[in-house]
Structure formats: structure tokens, C-alpha cells
T-cell receptor, first 114, second 112 residues
């Protein structure tokens, strides 16, 4: 069990550019979550997958955001035409599919949009 | 009313004291509750889960759940400076999906 892995750890981009983040969950976990966190706030739900199916997507996730989990293993989160308001820590978490299992977080990707 | 509410703090306690962190939630159907610790610049780390009314102890940590009052708390005994962090309460939704809602977190400062 190597834990949840996220890449890159840090990303600095210019406004208007596209960025993509990757998350590799704990191998036996079939649920995968994306959250966004800004300073002084708790993690804010973006979307989650059960295997390859995207089961819920937050209203906060504008059309510029898209997430995939093509084979039910790793996931990617893409932000198109980044804005300064997208600057945040993007957290990935995974959990077992049984009942209310806790989330296990990766180290996060810190995005800075200049 | 927010779905999960916490006092943002900071809560300052002297070293060796008991720190008491509180969380209220709005969904009466919630069945499981999680406490995470988050150091500055790091990601949340699970420290306690609780599913039944009453107390659950794990080392210096005790989680307390009162479903009738929709209240869950975390007690940290013999607080250490290394406990200084933000503590997040998380509650899964009961609407048929498994979305976890987090409070804003309580910042704890343990003074040496």
C-alpha cells in the first residue's frame, strides 16, 4: 500500500492556459474523489468516481473543469482556460467502496495561476 | 445553515491540557463521522472515525458522538505542541451518493 499519489506537487501557470493533474489511488480502493481547498477553508467537493463512473459533480465545477477515470484506476482533472480564482490546493482522495469508509488523501497539487 | 459547522478558532490551550473541538451537522440521517488533522501546507490525515453514539478512544484522542443533538466532538488529552494543526470534521451525505462534506476546520494552537 503506497498511498494516494498526486502529480505534480506544484504547478504555476499563466491565466488562460490549460492544466492537467493526475491522481493514482490506493490500489484496492474503487472510489476516487477530487476536492479543492483554499486558505482557511475546508476541502470543497468537486467530483467523485466509483470505478470508472463519475457519480456526482459539484455545481461549483464549471464547464472549464473536467475529470476522467478511464479504466477505473488513475484519474485526471483538467482545468481549461485557467483563471486566477482557480489558484488552490487540489486534493485527491480514495476509499473502499464498502459503506462509509473514510477518505485517504494524497499530498495534493498546489496550483498557482498568475 | 451549513451542512457541517466548526468554530474556526484559533483554539489555544497550554501544553498538557485537554483540547476540545466541536462539530455540528445538519443531516439527521448521517451515520458516520470522521476527524482529520491537517498541518499547514499538508493534506488532511485521518485520525478518528466514529459510527455509534457515545465515546470512542484511541490513544490520546477521544471522539464523542450525540446523534440526537447532531453533535460530534474530538478531545485531545495531554495536548502537545505537535498537535498544533487544523482539525477537520467530515460527514458523508445520505442522499444516495457518498459525497463527504467537510467543515471549515478548527485551528488548534498548543502553547509550550
Amino acid at each position: 500500500d503506497t498511498g494516494v499519489s498526486q502529480n505534480p506537487r506544484h504547478k504555476i501557470t499563466k491565466r488562460g492556459q490549460n492544466v492537467t493533474f493526475r491522481c493514482d489511488p490506493i490500489s484496492e480502493h474503487n472510489r476516487l474523489y477530487w476536492y479543492r481547498q483554499t486558505l482557511g477553508q475546508g476541502p470543497e467537493f468537486l467530483t467523485y468516481f466509483q470505478n470508472e463512473a463519475q457519480l456526482e459533480k459539484s455545481r461549483l465545477l464549471s464547464d472549464r473543469f473536467s475529470a476522467e477515470r478511464p479504466k477505473g484506476s488513475f484519474s485526471t482533472l483538467e482545468i481549461q482556460r485557467t483563471e486566477q480564482g482557480d489558484s488552490a490546493m487540489y486534493l485527491c482522495a480514495s476509499s473502499l467502496g464498502s459503506g462509509d469508509s473514510p477518505l485517504h488523501f494524497g499530498n495534493g497539487t498546489r496550483l498557482t495561476v498568475t | 445553515q451549513k451542512e457541517v459547522e466548526q468554530n474556526s478558532g484559533p483554539l489555544s490551550v497550554p501544553e498538557g491540557a485537554i483540547a476540545s473541538l466541536n462539530c455540528t451537522y445538519s443531516d439527521r440521517g448521517s451515520q458516520s463521522f470522521f476527524w482529520y488533522r491537517q498541518y499547514s501546507g499538508k493534506s488532511p490525515e485521518l485520525i478518528m472515525s466514529i459510527y455509534s453514539n457515545g465515546d470512542k478512544e484511541d490513544g490520546r484522542f477521544t471522539a464523542q458522538l450525540n446523534k440526537a443533538s447532531q453533535y460530534v466532538s474530538l478531545l485531545i488529552r495531554d495536548s502537545q505542541p505537535s498537535d498544533s494543526a487544523t482539525y477537520l470534521c467530515a460527514v458523508p451525505t445520505t442522499s444516495g451518493t457518498y459525497k463527504y462534506i467537510f467543515g471549515t476546520g478548527t485551528r488548534l494552537k498548543v502553547l509550550a
